[in-house]
Nanobody, 127 residues
Framework: HVQLVESGGGSVQAGGSLTLSCVVS????????AGWFRQGPGKEREGVAA??????YYADSVKGRFAISQDSASDTLTLRMTRLKPEDTAMYYC???????????????????????RGQGTQVTVS
């Protein structure tokens, strides 16, 4: 089964950058969607970015600031975050096998299963 382990979170000042990484095992990139979603304090889960068959998708709130990529050789999914804002503060989760449009923040989730399998999360704090 799919396992995902995130790393790279931390604290940064507004305008700064962070890169999140997710090592994925038991997963075939070209068959399933993978990406990142987040959950801020007191907020609902929010899709952020997704990648499927080399195509990338982003929520409007992060478009132009975040970039998702994957390296099949190292089984790593990466989210490069730039021009960070305080509202980007959240726990970020790597996800796979869910609904791509939901993971990318293009459609709202109907239930938790829409995000698929997720990792344990990594905290991003922007002040």
């Amino acid at each position: 089964h799919v396992q995902l382990v995130e790393s790279g979170g931390g604290s940064v000042q507004a305008g700064g950058s962070l890169t999140l990484s997710c090592v994925v095992s038991g997963y075939t990139y070209d068959r399933y969607c993978a990406g990142w979603f987040r959950q801020g304090p007191g907020k609902e889960r929010e899709g952020v970015a997704a990648i499927y068959n080399g195509e990338t998708y982003y929520a409007d709130s992060v478009k132009g600031r975040f970039a998702i990529s994957q390296d099949s050789a190292s089984d790593t999914l990466t989210l490069r975050m730039t021009r960070l804002k305080p509202e980007d503060t959240a726990m970020y989760y790597c996800a796979a096998e869910g609904r791509c449009a939901v993971i990318a923040g293009l459609l709202p989730a109907q239930n938790e299963a829409d995000f698929g399998t997720r990792g344990q999360g990594t905290q991003v704090t922007v002040s």
